[in-house]
């Protein structure tokens, strides 16, 4: 075009707003047209090459890549309304027509009203040939009637729209308010100085001010009478941060302190609203909002006053506590010692009332207490005062411990060939179970709780009667070793399995063995009796499952696929499936109905030891000696995941806890670390970094909030499972912490440690009591046997601790109340 066009070359280039939505070429554009502007430094041609840009925008709206040079060439021409000296030769001509005598009185009044605005002078003077009287032409009344009342309908072609979009549109959204609060005081107060703030320009560019004699000003009395004051505060509420809160306190006849703002929440709303003349009712709520906060920073102060008060009071509560437990073990003063501590407990109790009023609100205050020292201090004297109950008679290890339906009752089964049941309610043994002639391995009550079923090295398994406590029967009837036994829910059946190759199923209320199920040709090494009852299910060193019917006592099918020994079944809930794992390294499942194989899970690179079924059927989880556990999906046969120590050497897993909700699975291991895993997202969520020796047992809360470990580093953790930090470190035993357990209600954490001592604690790290031992007669006798399991009754009311040298101890989790109580009863004070 320079070529063939020798003299100068305006490109003119309309409606450049329109482009400023194309993000993709934008940029790049007006990158061209800035380029042919420094070339004109190089080549003369481009010197004849001019482009006119026609639009509404600012330089910077241009090139938005900050990036990239900035388009910082060119000059503003500022387009200005018509005056009437302008108009006239043109405009008067169309409206002598209708008004011969006074065309230009008339323009007069119309560029009046327009300001010269090119597009709305054209639209009223169109209105007025349209509507006018011609005699007693009322200018201001057609503009009123046809172009201001209902703009929005009368808008055609659009002007007043593209105003009011270059106000509140999306584009502008973050600069609205700042903008109808600059236009908002110049309505109020005619004009405003303007200083060219980018604020301004788009205020001037949106074309309902201009600027005149250094001030800006509406453009028109139209825009002014469109855009008045009472549509800038209507915009202005929409745009409010706080809207909600403050229609919810105008519809509550602004009476819900509760809606009113205060915090960051009111300083923001207050940085908002500088500048703008809002409504009385936005100013009654930016006032009541004020006075609220004040007043409740009073009361804040208050409070925290009385806090500091009552805290005082805990440290002194806790020092008495302290000094009291120190005065007993001087082993003078001990009746004192007692004294001083039920003081300092009563005292601890009429300040926790108080505590809690003040800190129901905070939930980390909430979550500790003023003083822990005289919960210690009544346990340990009273322990050593008032004689311990402990559950003693067994002369070889405990096997087995198993714990009453409703609580009540424990029984325990013992190398000594015998069983015992305990009451826990009187800490005393009710009776000896003896019968059995080698090892009793497995106890376990039936679901009522009327009897108890024993398992044993001698090739029998027993039922016993909890209520007169005599022997019903005998299952006798296995060659060799029974090694597996399964009650089935009902309680109408005991399954048994056994080296002789065989499975047998006993009548719990006739005693009579109901069936031998033989068809395996080796040791059946695992029974599961179905949900209903209707099935059992064995697995055998012969490599293979078998389903049999308890009704025909038929063997519905074997299961045939694995090739080495057959270690563990599990049916689903519902008995349409079955779970098998085996020596072979591969777990399978198969269908109950139409016996067929749907799927083998591999993965495992060792033994398979143990499988089983999720409640609902959708997952399998497997054990293996590969040191990991697998979870699989059911319905697509996938591996979710594999839970393992990720470390250089092979560790062993030491302890696994299961989540409640089954959401979540925690493994210690004794590569010194404890990991979650998510059973859900397929990944392992964290690892928990922190102890420096072997971790031996992990335990999760019941609400799924905290995971405790016990470590041989002779301490224990308390981690939060939703931040991932350790909240406690548990220090105090003198060996390795073997076991650990927290309570149903999440308010203690047990430890159990090869210093031969049970300790409780709450979970804010004070030692609550120390289970070291027990009165004998007149004489205290510390317990000196490793602790190697610790557990909590579901109702949280009792401690159950197994110790190597074959004693059950239970101890009693008493409060304050409780202590306090036996405190008073020993000085005779009731």
Request: charged share 20%; aromatic share 10%.
């Amino acid at each position: 075009m320079l070529k063939n066009l020798p003299n100068q070359i305006i490109i003119f280039i309309d409606e450049i707003d329109r482009l400023l939505s194309l993000d993709s070429i934008r940029d790049d554009f007006f990158a061209y047209i800035r380029s042919c502007y420094n070339l004109r430094a190089d080549n003369l041609a481009y010197q004849r090459l001019t482009f006119c840009l026609l639009g509404v925008a600012t330089p910077s709206d241009l090139i938005k890549d900050t990036t990239r040079t900035p388009y910082n060439i060119g000059q503003a021409i500022e387009l200005k309304g018509f005056t009437l000296k302008e108009a006239a030769p043109v405009l008067t001509k169309g409206l002598e027509g209708k008004f011969p005598n006074n065309s230009t009185a008339i323009l007069e009044q119309i560029i009046k009203l327009t300001g010269g605005q090119p597009f709305l002078t054209q639209k009223l003077c169109q209105r007025v040939l349209e509507y006018a009287e011609i005699d007693n032409p009322n200018i201001d009344e057609i503009a009123k009637t046809y172009i201001i009342d209902n703009w929005e309908a009368q808008d055609n072609p659009e002007l007043l729209r593209t105003i009011r979009n270059r106000l509140i549109s999306e584009q502008v959204q973050n600069r609205s308010g700042r903008l109808l609060s600059i236009y908002q005081q110049i309505l109020t107060n005619g004009q405003i100085p303007a200083d060219n703030s980018p604020d301004q320009m788009e205020l001037q560019l949106s074309g309902l001010v201009v600027k005149e004699n250094g001030h800006l000003k509406v453009y028109n009395p139209i825009y002014k009478a469109v855009f008045n004051l009472n549509w800038v505060q209507q915009q202005l509420a929409n745009l409010r941060p706080y809207q909600e809160n403050f229609q919810a306190w105008i519809e509550s006849d602004k009476k819900d302190d509760s809606r009113l703002l205060r915090g960051e929440s009111l300083t923001e709303a207050l940085n908002w609203k500088e500048g703008k003349r809002l409504s009385d009712d936005d100013t009654a709520f930016f006032d009541a909002s004020q006075r609220y906060q004040i007043e409740t920073l009073r009361q804040a102060e208050a409070k925290a006053k009385e806090i500091i008060k009552a805290a005082q009071e805990g440290t002194k509560i806790e020092r008495a506590g302290v000094q009291a437990l120190r005065r007993f073990n001087t082993k003078t003063g001990q009746f004192q010692a007692l004294h001083d501590a039920k003081k300092a407990g009563e005292d601890l109790q009429k300040l926790l009332e108080k505590w809690e009023n003040l800190v129901k609100d905070n939930y980390e205050l909430a979550a500790d207490s003023p003083a822990a020292s005289p919960l210690l201090a009544l346990q340990t004297i009273l322990s050593k005062i008032r004689e311990r109950h402990t559950f003693t008679g067994h002369t070889n290890s405990v096997w087995s411990v198993s714990f009453s339906p409703d609580g009540k009752f424990l029984a325990t089964g013992s190398g000594d060939n015998t069983a015992k049941l305990w009451s826990t309610e009187t800490k005393t043994e009710l009776y000896t179970f003896t019968g059995h002639t080698n090892w009793v391995t497995s106890v376990s009550f039936s679901s009522d709780g009327k009897f108890l079923a024993t398992g044993s090295y001698d090739n029998t398994a027993k039922l016993w009667s909890i209520e007169t406590k005599a022997e019903l029967h005998t299952f006798i009837g296995h060659s060799q070793s029974v090694t597996s036994v399964s009650l089935s829910a009902d309680g109408k059946y005991l399954a048994t399995g056994s080296e002789d190759n065989t499975a047998k199923l006993w009548s719990i209320e006739t005693k009579a063995e109901l069936h031998t199920f033989i068809g395996h040709s080796q040791s059946v090494r695992s029974v599961s009796l179905s949900a209903d009852g209707k099935y059992l299910a064995t697995g055998s060193d012969d490599n293979t499952a078998k389903l049999w019917s308890i009704e025909t006592k038929e063997a519905l099918h074997t299961f045939i696929g694995h090739t080495q020994s057959v270690r563990s079944v599990s049916l689903s809930v519902d008995g349409k499936y079955l779970a098998t794992g085996s020596w072979d390294k591969t777990a399978k499942l198969w269908s109950t109905a139409t016996k067929a194989g749907i799927h083998t899970f591999i993965g495992h690179t060792n033994s398979i030891w143990s499988v089983s079924l999720s409640s609902d059927g959708n997952y399998l989880a497997t054990g293996s000696s590969d040191n990991t556990a697998k979870v699989w999906l059911t319905e697509t046969k996938k591996e979710l995941h594999t839970f393992t120590c990720q470390t250089d050497l092979v560790m062993s897993v030491m302890s696994v806890s299961l989540s409640a909700d089954g959401k979540y699975l925690a493994t210690g291991s004794w590569d010194k670390t404890a990991k979650l895993w998510s059973t859900a997202t397929k990944a392992e969520i964290h690892t928990f970094i922190g102890h420096t020796n072997w971790v031996w047992s992990v335990s999760l809360s019941a609400d799924g909030k905290y995971l405790a470990t016990g470590s041989e580093d002779k301490t224990a953790k308390l981690w939060s499972i939703e931040t991932k930090e350790a909240l406690q470190t548990f220090t105090g035993h003198t060996h390795s912490v073997r076991s650990v357990s927290l309570s149903a209600d999440g308010k203690y954490l047990a430890t159990g440690s090869f210093d031969n001592t049970v300790k409780l604690w709450d979970l804010s790290g004070n030692l609550i009591a120390d289970f070291i031992g027990y009165k004998d007669g007149v004489q205290f006798i510390e317990i000196e046997s490793p602790v190697f399991s610790v557990c909590f009754t579901p109702d949280g009311k009792y401690l159950a601790a197994g110790y190597d040298d074959g004693v059950v101890r239970l101890w009693p989790i008493e409060n304050l109340n409780q202590l306090l109580g036996r405190a008073r009863k020993w000085l005779q004070l009731d």
